[in-house]
């Protein structure tokens, strides 16, 4: 199984961006599927997570309010992220992340199965 990131690049302050992560491989398990993101010089930092059935959601604190986590209508194996009125600090290296358990504490912890390679995100001020 494997995850793969798209959609990164660079954006002005206060503009958008959908980060899209797409699983493959040997699917037979109902991943959960979230994202993180690591700036320069910081840890890496919970975004959000959506489970398998698309029914619940969960975001940290960097994305409450401007982050949406949904699964493509026509595949579940692919989590988009739409970010809005975006800001320098959200600068960062965005990884998308798989696992097949959504709740317990594997997900604060970035415990997880899969990780995607990271794709670079550029907010300009």
């Known amino acids: 199984v494997r995850l793969e990131e798209s959609g990164g690049g660079l954006v002005q302050a206060g503009g958008s961006l959908t980060l899209a992560c797409a699983l493959s491989g040997r699917t037979r398990s109902d991943y959960a599927m979230g994202w993180f993101r690591q700036a320069t010089g910081k840890g890496r930092e919970f975004v959000a997570k959506i489970n398998w059935s698309r029914d619940d959601t969960e975001y940290g604190e960097s994305g409450k309010g401007r982050f949406t986590i949904s699964r493509a209508i026509d595949d579940k194996n692919t989590v988009n992220l739409r970010m809005t009125n975006m800001q320098p600090d959200d600068t960062a290296v965005y990884y998308c992340?798989?696992?097949?358990?959504?709740?317990?504490?594997?997900?604060?912890?970035?415990?997880?199965?899969?990780w995607g390679q990271g794709i670079k995100v550029t907010v300009a001020s």
């Open positions: 992340a798989a696992d097949r358990h959504f709740y317990g504490s594997k997900w604060p912890f970035g415990d997880l199965e899969v």
